[in-house]
Nanobody, 117 residues
Framework: QVQLVESGGGLVQPGGSLRLSCAAS???????????MGWYRQAPGKQRDLVAR??????TTYADSLKGRFTISRDNAKTVSLQMNSLKPEDTAVYYC?????????WGQGTQVTVSS
């Protein structure tokens, strides 16, 4: 019913930046900005963890370890972005976009971020 498509991942050197985008689509007339959207990440062999979330009123929450380096924002009615600065090798993971839509969590396919020299 709702689809999420992530983009912007890739290979970056330590200290570099990347901007991930998530485009939502779904039933005609859906106002996606009314729903909480977020980013999670999953490194190999580890669980999927919260990176950041943005709520309908514009408030945000971040993983404590990422505050100050990552910024989540709504670019428009259907797109949420994640600006990642001062990237570290430990930020390497698959990054997933999610939306809480009518009580259900929907997920994108994920985009790989690799931080390596």
């Amino acid at each position: 019913q709702v689809q999420l498509v992530e983009s912007g991942g890739g290979l970056v050197q330590p200290g570099g930046s990347l901007r991930l985008s998530c485009a939502a689509s779904g039933p005609s007339g859906t106002i996606f900005s009314l729903y909480s959207m977020g980013w999670y990440r999953q490194a190999p062999g580890k669980q999927r963890d919260l990176v950041a979330r943005i709520y309908s009123g514009g408030s945000t929450t971040y993983a404590d370890s990422l505050k100050g380096r990552f910024t989540i924002s709504r670019d428009n009615a259907k797109t949420v972005s994640l600006q990642m600065n001062s990237l570290k090798p430990e930020d390497t993971a698959v990054y997933y976009c999610t939306i809480m839509y009518r009580g259900l969590d929907y997920w994108g396919q994920g985009t790989q971020v690799t931080v390596s020299s």
